[in-house]
């Protein structure tokens, strides 16, 4: 039989009364318990915000070289090699590396090296730093370059092209106006823009603001040979292997590929996956072993943690509140309401709170979106309107109003009204367990946090206050280019003549770096199994004095005569040991059928590329007569001079008597701590999340002792009336609640020792875990839980007995 528009009226208009009368009740009953309402649903929210924040950032980390459609099988190949036993990892290759693949392994369909570098680009008056490299053809295919004037296929038709992204033509030329124009790099030589392409994604891990011909590069150093040296790594090589190749074959193949082409190498290449670039970049015995993915996992949790809490917090006041309105329930049975629908309004009440969290929460996310985004050093996008964001927030909100309600419901809805509307209640110790094992839970999770937190700050504190081996602070560092290595002497007396600069000197590569090194040193009682993995460093006599090192015995290199000092060097205590017992001074070491250096000083070991292992041997080359390897100028300040005018006063010097160059400097101390930049963003958001397990907690523990106090207000006025006094009372009160967190602090201290364990096993230098931590986490549970509850205890205790005794 039809039904008629007007029967679908009167159904539609059924439902739409029954949902706004749900709505109704709801609210009405929200308003009517209030304090315990905003306490689950502000609760619930700052959960919700801080777990949504974690995500997002963990989405972003997870997004890094999404916008490479070849990356499962894209590959960069670093390079293995073993020295006094242990096996480590390199960036680089040898240059014919990449060609030698293509031709020679099947399986492998392309291949491409990269020279980075940081180079001056000048047009006009007009010069800027920019970060690029020399790269083969088959880059702009790799790595989905999209190219907005000209194409892949005539971009290196001549080896002085070069392309550029679309960020660096708007800057130098205007849009639409770069293509044909010339660049000159590092004031040296000119290329022509054959191709703009687009800005690549700030989440990929090889980011190239210019690509210039690797032939270009090739050419200018052909006659050097070093380019075609199997046994010179210089290069980052690139492959992409063809559809349904077998990676572990290639992967055999590419084992001792360079051994094949030259006899005594020890580089192997191995395949490392453009999936693990950005997350798993953490090497030991030649095995990747991890990286920030161990960051994202260990946030993951925190935030299923927090959200953990929240949720608890939620349960926990939902139960509490529920007993207060046993009385409703047995009234509206006895009206005739069925129990189905008596569960489905206590589920619904709950799914709205949580609806109401979740609202607040975005909210509350899109407010301190910035502030988190400037702690983490980079913008997050809130993204509401992505079908994830929605189904995952909606699914929070449904399952949190479920668990949250379902206890209170199914409980409630089973009451005999007889019972309830006498006073008799049977089954009322079930709920008091439940919220007493949910504040334990809660309160588990907040002082393992706490926990954590110390110590993952010792841990920071104890890297950072280590004794690298020479003074970071008041010590800038600048690139060397230009004129400046040509004219040292003088530009060095030019700084001291500012008033503000202490000494210079000039370094070969960053104090901070591993740079260049190589092993087949040689010297007299050397066993001839030992294989010493030596850096190498050429440096100005003054140099030591500038970085803060010092000398162990011997001398540093003579300012008055460097060029008498060209066969002599330096070494450090590390290399000294590994040559033997005696003082190295006076011994000579060489290399294949060269004359001989004689070691003339032994500087105190300093750290330098692993902050958390040990010193690694370096040697010291004495540089003079404008020796171009010397590339960096390291300057350091007066101790009581401002930064900021001595930085004034030295951009003057240099601007003078290097015109060409802009003046690029930075702190060694900020480039120093930024090595650290993972460990103290996971310090400081521990910190915050701690803190904010804290305070939910307590929003929870609040409630149930305002809860509480309730239940017992006619115990406390009786007690009152004969004699007892308001702080024993509030003492009452309060131990239930206080042995509750003495007990969460007992299971915490054993799960925060395990997982702080496991945590500093990862590293080589570590702190131990001291009693007193437990101890310090233990006592700031037990009083922030006090201070929360003794509101309520003393209010309670401090009521007239008169009030509440009345109605008897």
């Known amino acids: 039989m039809a039904i008629s528009g007007l029967e679908y009226g009167i159904v539609l208009g059924a439902y739409v009364r029954m949902i706004l009368n749900f709505i109704k009740i709801t609210f009405r009953n929200l308003w009517k318990n209030r304090s315990y309402s905003f306490l689950n649903i502000f609760g619930l929210a700052i959960g919700i915000a801080c777990a949504g924040l974690i995500f997002l950032w963990v989405e972003d980390e997870l997004s890094f070289d999404q916008s490479l459609s070849k990356k499962d099988r894209l590959y960069y190949l670093p390079t293995n090699q073993t020295y006094e036993g242990k096996v480590r990892t390199f960036s680089a290759t040898p240059g014919p590396l990449g060609p030698a693949l293509a031709r020679e392994i099947p399986g492998i369909e392309k291949t491409c090296r990269v020279r980075n570098w940081q180079s001056l680009f000048t047009v006009g008056d007009k010069a800027i730093y920019e970060n690029g490299g020399w790269a083969d053809s088959t880059v702009f295919e790799l790595f989905d370059l999209s190219f907005v004037e000209g194409n892949a296929r005539t971009a290196f038709a001549d080896p002085a092209n070069i392309v550029i992204t679309d960020k660096v033509a708007r800057q130098f030329f205007g849009r639409g106006k770069a293509l044909g124009k010339l660049i000159k790099l590092d004031n040296e030589k000119e290329y022509r823009v054959s191709g703009i392409v687009q800005d690549m994604p700030v989440n990929t891990t090889w980011r190239f603001d210019w690509i210039a011909s690797y032939q270009r590069s090739y050419n200018d150093h052909k006659a050097e040979g070093w380019m075609d040296n199997w046994g010179t790594n210089f290069a980052n090589t690139f492959v992409l292997l063809s559809p349904g190749a077998d990676v572990g074959r290639i992967g055999k193949e590419l084992y001792s590929f360079i051994q094949s082409k030259q006899k005594g190498a020890g580089a192997r290449p191995w395949l490392y996956s453009a999936r693990d670039w950005h997350l798993r970049d953490h090497f030991e015995d030649g095995k990747i072993t991890g990286g920030r993915i161990e960051y994202v996992r260990m946030f993951v949790v925190i935030a299923w943690i927090i959200l953990l809490i929240a949720c608890i917090n939620f349960m926990n006041l939902a139960t509490a509140r529920s007993d207060k309105r046993a009385k409703e329930v047995g009234v509206r049975k006895v009206m005739g309401a069925e129990r189905r629908g008596l569960i489905g309004q206590f589920i619904g009440e709950a799914i709205v709170m949580a609806l109401l969290s979740v609202i607040i929460g975005v909210i509350l996310i899109s407010l301190v979106m910035p502030a988190f985004a400037l702690l983490i050093g980079k913008p997050l996008e809130l993204g509401l309107m992505k079908p994830l964001h929605i189904g995952v927030l909606a699914a929070i909100a449904l399952v949190c109003g479920l668990v949250a309600g379902s206890y209170p419901a199914l409980y409630l809805s089973a009451f005999s009204p007889a019972f309830v509307l006498k006073g008799i209640r049977t089954r009322g110790g079930g709920a008091a367990i439940i919220r007493k094992g949910l504040v334990v839970a809660q309160f588990t999770i907040a002082v393992a946090l706490i926990i954590s937190t110390i110590v993952i700050y010792q841990q920071i504190e104890h890297i950072r206050n280590r004794d690298i081996g020479y003074n970071q602070n008041h010590l800038i560092v600048c690139g060397a280019k230009g004129e400046i290595h040509q004219h040292f002497n003088k530009i060095r007396q030019d700084l001291l003549n500012t008033g503000v600069i202490e000494n210079a000197g000039l370094n070969s590569f960053n104090t901070l770096w591993i740079g260049n090194n190589g092993s087949g040193a040689k010297w007299e009682g050397k066993d001839a199994s030992a294989?010493?993995?030596?850096?190498?460093?050429?440096?100005?006599?003054?140099?030591?004095?500038?970085?803060?090192?010092?000398?162990?015995?011997?001398?540093?290199?003579?300012?008055?005569?460097?060029?008498?000092?060209?066969?002599?060097?330096?070494?450090?205590?590390?290399?000294?040991?590994?040559?033997?017992?005696?003082?190295?001074?006076?011994?000579?070491?060489?290399?294949?059928?060269?004359?001989?250096?004689?070691?003339?000083?032994?500087?105190?070991?300093?750290?330098?590329?692993?902050?958390?292992?040990?010193?690694?041997?370096?040697?010291?080359?004495?540089?003079?007569?404008?020796?171009?390897?010397?590339?960096?100028?390291?300057?350091?300040?007066?101790?009581?001079?401002?930064?900021?005018?001595?930085?004034?006063?030295?951009?003057?010097?240099?601007?003078?008597?290097?015109?060409?160059?802009?003046?690029?400097?930075?702190?060694?101390?900020?480039?120093?701590?930024?090595?650290?930049?993972?460990?103290?963003?996971?310090?400081?958001?521990?910190?915050?999340?701690?803190?904010?397990?804290?305070?939910?907690?307590?929003?929870?523990?609040?409630?149930?002792?305002?809860?509480?106090?309730?239940?017992?207000?006619?115990?406390?006025?009786?007690?009152?009336?004969?004699?007892?006094?308001?702080?024993?009372?509030?003492?009452?009160?309060?131990?239930?609640?206080?042995?509750?967190?003495?007990?969460?602090?007992?299971?915490?201290?054993?799960?925060?020792?395990?997982?702080?364990?496991?945590?500093?096993?990862?590293?080589?230098?570590?702190?131990?875990?001291?009693?007193?931590?437990?101890?310090?986490?233990?006592?700031?549970?037990?009083?922030?839980?006090?201070?929360?509850?003794?509101?309520?205890?003393?209010?309670?205790?401090?009521?007239?007995?008169?009030?509440?005794?009345?109605?008897?």
Not at 785 to 793: G, H, K, R, Y
């Open 531 to 808: 294989d010493l993995l030596i850096s190498y460093r050429t440096v100005t006599p003054g140099f030591l004095a500038t970085a803060g090192m010092r000398l162990a015995e011997g001398r540093d290199f003579r300012s008055d005569k460097p060029e008498a000092d060209s066969m002599h060097i330096l070494i450090t205590e590390s290399f000294a040991k590994a040559m033997g017992k005696g003082s190295a001074i006076g011994k000579r070491i060489w290399f294949d059928n060269n004359p001989p250096f004689l070691v003339v000083g032994v500087v105190k070991d300093f750290v330098f590329g692993d902050m958390y292992g040990k010193a690694e041997p370096v040697m010291f080359f004495c540089s003079y007569n404008d020796n171009p390897d010397a590339r960096f100028l390291y300057v350091r300040i007066k101790q009581d001079v401002p930064a900021e005018v001595a930085v004034a006063r030295m951009q003057v010097v240099l601007k003078k008597d290097n015109p060409a160059y802009p003046v690029d400097y930075s702190f060694v101390s900020d480039d120093f701590n930024s090595i650290f930049k993972s460990e103290t963003l996971m310090g400081q958001l521990s910190k915050v999340f701690a803190a904010l397990a804290i305070l939910i907690s307590c929003l929870g523990l609040f409630g149930l002792s305002a809860y509480m106090a309730e239940r017992r207000v006619k115990e406390i006025g009786i007690r009152k009336v004969l004699g007892a006094s308001v702080t024993g009372l509030t003492g009452l009160l309060s131990k239930e609640f206080l042995q509750l967190v003495g007990l969460s602090a007992l299971i915490a201290f054993p799960l925060a020792w395990f997982s702080m364990d496991h945590w500093l096993r990862q590293f080589a230098y570590r702190i131990g875990i001291e009693w007193w931590i437990f101890v310090a986490a233990g006592l700031s549970a037990l009083i922030i839980a006090l201070l929360t509850i003794s509101f309520q205890s003393v209010r309670a205790a401090m009521m007239n007995p008169a009030r509440s005794l009345r109605s008897e």
